[in-house]
């Protein structure tokens, strides 16, 4: 409850958060060529699975509903706790962070949270709940912030790097206009300026080629909200950002020339030899310079076996993530994007990711 109280006290106030632009992080992400490093020293430092070099990737989920509140009260309900009988976004988010060292200790450094979330159900076209951090003018809710906040610090105290998203197609329709969009991305990058955070990884928008209102947000110009979110320093420190496109998309030049790392979805890829295809087809798209590779969404599983998509993305170099949407497991419905989330490895399919992730990277 004092959660939900502070973060209406600072929504309705208007009252600004406290800046910890003099905090002292615990974490730091850089990129050289292909490989992310923390804290100066590479990922999963000398690793090798089986004759696959594991050095320099970046294991990771899509958790992208670690802040989700729907503002819509005729769907609000869709969301509400079997224990409760009703939705609390608090609650949530503390559920989320109760599991991240969990995660961390499976081997998984990264996960994608975004400002607009995905789907709560998993897959759907039409979207009429309202999540996003946004006001329709490109501000941002201090609730939403806050919630996010909460993930951050923790994510920092634990060494973890997350990939913070902004938009999500279904929900980017709430900013009025492309001056609205680009103040959001502008507002958002500051504030995780105001924060000191050296641990983050940006996302501008989920899937770009899959039906965005606003044309800045398409694949034709999405590059220039890139370039904006790299353009804004601080103290010389500027933020890695990036771009995904939806299931079997291969990254456009102007993407692949203005992001500092490229991302891929696996969605739709039934065959695993199609995985390190598309890895060996975004190296080679004009522009391409060498930069860490990451599959952050993929609905293929096939964990048990010795050729799936996770282990064919590590076999051509290139980081994984898994994304886990509802389905019936074990007699009941689970998916870490499908609200109200169960954050807990609990589920046949969970195991078997998390298991094969901590084999692979040897945690």
């Known amino acids: 409850m004092k959660h939900i109280a502070l973060a209406i006290f600072l929504l309705i106030s208007g009252a600004s958060f406290p800046s910890y632009s003099q905090q002292t992080r615990h974490t730091w992400v850089e990129i050289k060529e292909d490989k992310f490093y923390i804290n100066g020293n590479p990922t999963y430092a000398n690793r090798k699975w089986k004759e696959y070099p594991i050095e320099g990737l970046l294991m990771n989920s899509r958790m992208v509903q670690g802040i989700f509140d729907d503002m819509n009260p005729t769907t609000v309900s869709r969301w509400k706790y079997a224990d409760t009988g009703k939705w609390d976004a608090d609650r949530n988010t503390d559920e989320f962070i109760a599991h991240m060292e969990e995660w961390k200790n499976h081997g998984m450094l990264s996960f994608t949270i975004n400002l607009q979330g995905g789907s709560p159900e998993g897959y759907s076209r039409d979207q009429p709940w309202h999540n996003s951090a946004f006001t329709e003018n490109g501000e941002l809710i201090p609730a939403f912030m806050y919630r996010l906040e909460r993930i951050l610090n923790h994510a920092d105290e634990l060494g973890m790097v997350p990939m913070v998203g902004f938009f999500?197609?279904?929900?980017?329709?709430?900013?009025?206009?492309e001056t609205a969009v680009k103040r959001a991305v502008s507002n958002a990058v500051n504030w995780l300026h105001s924060k000191n955070y050296r641990n983050v990884l940006i996302e501008i928008n989920n899937e770009s080629n899959v039906?965005?209102?606003?044309?800045?947000?398409?694949?034709?110009?999405?590059?220039?909200l890139i370039d904006l979110?790299?353009?804004?320093?601080?103290?010389?420190?500027?933020?890695?950002?990036?771009?995904?496109?939806?299931g079997g998309f291969i990254p456009l030049p102007n993407v692949v020339q203005s992001a500092d790392y490229l991302l891929l979805h696996g969605n739709g890829v039934k065959d695993?030899?199609?995985?390190?295809?598309?890895?060996?087809?975004?190296?080679e798209v004009k522009g391409y310079s060498p930069k860490p590779i990451i599959f952050n969404e993929d609905d293929h599983f096939d964990f048990d076996k010795d050729w799936n998509n996770f282990i064919a993305a590590v076999s051509a170099y290139a980081s994984w993530g898994y994304f886990d949407f509802r389905m019936k497991d074990e007699g009941y419905e689970e998916g870490y994007q499908s609200v109200p989330v169960d954050w807990g490895i609990n589920s046949v399919r969970k195991r078997g990711f998390f298991d094969l992730m901590k084999t692979i990277t040897g945690y």
């Open 168 to 177: 999500y197609f279904g929900q980017d329709e709430r900013l009025l206009d």
């Open 229 to 246: 979110a790299k353009s804004i320093e601080k103290d010389g420190y500027r933020y890695y950002v990036s771009t995904s496109y939806g």
């Open 211 to 224: 039906r965005y209102d606003h044309d800045i947000l398409k694949p034709e110009r999405v590059h220039e």
């Open 272 to 283: 695993p030899n199609r995985i390190p295809s598309m890895v060996k087809e975004t190296r």
